[in-house]
């Protein structure tokens, strides 16, 4: 089996590369975004951005899993601890307050405070029809990136702290709120993805979003115990379970 990586390594990146290397992995360090020959469609897994995924994962026969787009608009106010909406930014320009406003699988449209629909990148730039997420602007006291496999935490780790990078251990109460989540919302995620969760500045615990595995930094996670879920993230589709067909990005855009 072959980890596809990017030309451009995050520290994530080249501490899976070397964990995948000493679990026997062969290391494909592309140039460019090309697929070069020689490359094996159907036993390849990646761990990239979203622009890079689209490139090359539909040539070598990649599934890179993904959480639905609205799936944190769907969840519980009990797990959100605000309002989140999916809509076409057509709608979000209608937006008369600031509002938290991001792409949901990718960073397209950039996750920031807007004053109001006005400051969105305009239908110049944008199609209107482009899905984003529209959310109540809180504060967290505290970030955790867990990921899950199979339907359970898997590893973890701080990575924010007052809005700031701060990697760190995990608390014992983000693995339980996970826990909780997964019990509720878990069959509407794949088998293998990230969820960030946090504290917020009430003290309640809060999903902040879901990110692709394959596309998420590991910091103070188990490396082994991330890897884990980055392959299963995005490996060869012939490996797919029949669970995760419905959680397949679409690539080759």
């Not at 592309?30 to 897994?45: I, K, M």
């Amino acid at each position: 089996m072959t980890l596809v990586l990017p030309p451009r390594l995050t520290a994530s990146a080249r501490l899976l590369r070397e964990t995948a290397r000493r679990r026997g992995l062969r290391i494909a360090h592309l140039p460019g975004f090309d697929v070069p020959e020689g490359l094996r469609p159907g036993a390849c897994h990646l761990h990239a951005g979203p622009s890079f995924a689209d490139a090359v994962a539909s040539a070598l026969d990649i599934a890179p899993l993904e959480a639905p787009a609205d799936w944190t608009a769907r969840l519980p106010r009990e797990f959100t601890r605000r309002d989140i909406r999916a809509v076409p930014i057509g709608e979000a320009y209608g937006l008369r307050r600031p509002a938290f406003v991001k792409s949901p699988n990718d960073k397209s449209i950039a996750a920031l405070v807007y004053a109001d629909g006005s400051r969105l990148p305009g239908p110049d730039a944008v199609d209107p029809g482009t899905l984003v997420l529209v959310s109540d602007v809180i504060l967290f006291r505290t970030e955790y990136r867990l990921f899950l496999l199979d339907g359970r935490v898997h590893t973890g780790s701080r990575y924010a702290e007052g809005g700031r990078l701060r990697p760190g251990p995990l608390s014992a109460g983000a693995p339980a709120f996970g826990a909780e989540l997964l019990s509720a919302a878990g069959a509407g995620l794949p088998s293998a993805i990230v969820v960030d969760v946090g504290v917020t500045d009430t003290g309640e615990w809060a999903v902040v979003e879901a990110n692709a595995a394959w596309a998420s930094g590991c910091y103070h996670s188990d490396p082994g115990r991330a890897l884990d879920v980055v392959l299963r993230g995005a490996g060869p589709a012939a490996e797919l379970g029949e669970r995760d067909r419905a959680f397949v990005r679409v690539t080759g855009r």
